[in-house]
Each structure stands twice: as structure tokens, then as C-alpha cells.
């Protein structure tokens, strides 16, 4: 079993940036691949990108093409995803989760952290 603890969350203007980290710990991070996923109120939680073992792969939800990056470090157990040009649709606590594949589905990630909210303001 893995623990997974995010951080980086908060509250920012539209168009602004956020970086958030998660940080693992429990299990070898780097045989994993890692996702974030995200999920506003009253809503399903969704894919938002995902990242392969070695970090040479990654998939991203067409939502945030373009304006978020997901990547890691093995080296210090972390997985990281770089938000920019955040819009009011983007306001939602994110989780991270980690599974065999790379996947967008909630249910091939088996380890989840307890998520941080990020809030964009219009």
C-alpha cells in the first residue's frame, strides 16, 4: 500500500497559475504510474491527466490540453501537475492516485490521497 499526500492547493484569479504536489510514500513510487483526477460539487470524479512509471508518457483530459502538465520525480517520490491558464470550471478538489497503468478510469488506480481544493475566482 501506498500513501499519497497532495498539496498546492488554494485559491487564485482566473488565468492565473497553481502547481500541485503529491508526495508518496509506503511502496517503490517509481514502478507506478501516477494520475490526478479532480471533482466538483455534485459532480463525478474525473480524469485529468495521468503519467507513466518512467515519466516518458503521459495523457491529459482534453479539458485541460494545453494549459496543465503532469510530471515526476522518482528521485524524491513526487508527482506534480503545473496548472495554467486556470478558469472557473477548473475550481475542484484534486486527488492524486496511483495504479499499474496509466489510466483514466477511477477504478485502475487502487491508491488515493485525501486531495486539496483548488478555487478560481472569475
Known amino acids: 500500500q501506498v500513501q499519497l499526500v497532495e498539496s498546492g492547493g488554494g485559491l487564485v484569479q482566473a488565468g492565473g497559475s497553481l502547481r500541485l504536489s503529491c508526495a508518496a510514500s509506503g511502496r517503490t513510487f517509481r514502478w507506478y504510474a501516477m494520475s490526478w483526477f479532480r471533482q466538483a460539487p455534485g459532480k463525478e470524479r474525473e480524469f485529468v491527466a495521468a503519467i507513466n512509471w518512467s515519466g516518458g508518457s503521459t495523457s491529459y483530459a482534453d479539458s485541460v490540453k494545453g494549459r496543465f502538465t503532469i510530471s515526476r520525480d522518482n528521485a524524491k517520490n513526487t508527482v506534480y501537475l503545473q496548472m495554467n491558464s486556470l478558469i472557473p470550471e477548473d475550481t475542484a478538489v484534486y486527488y492524486c492516485?496511483?495504479?499499474?497503468?496509466?489510466?483514466?478510469?477511477?477504478?485502475?488506480?487502487?491508491?488515493w490521497g485525501q486531495g486539496t481544493q483548488v478555487t478560481v475566482s472569475s
Open positions: 492516485a496511483t495504479g499499474r497503468t496509466m489510466s483514466p478510469s477511477i477504478y485502475d488506480n487502487t491508491d
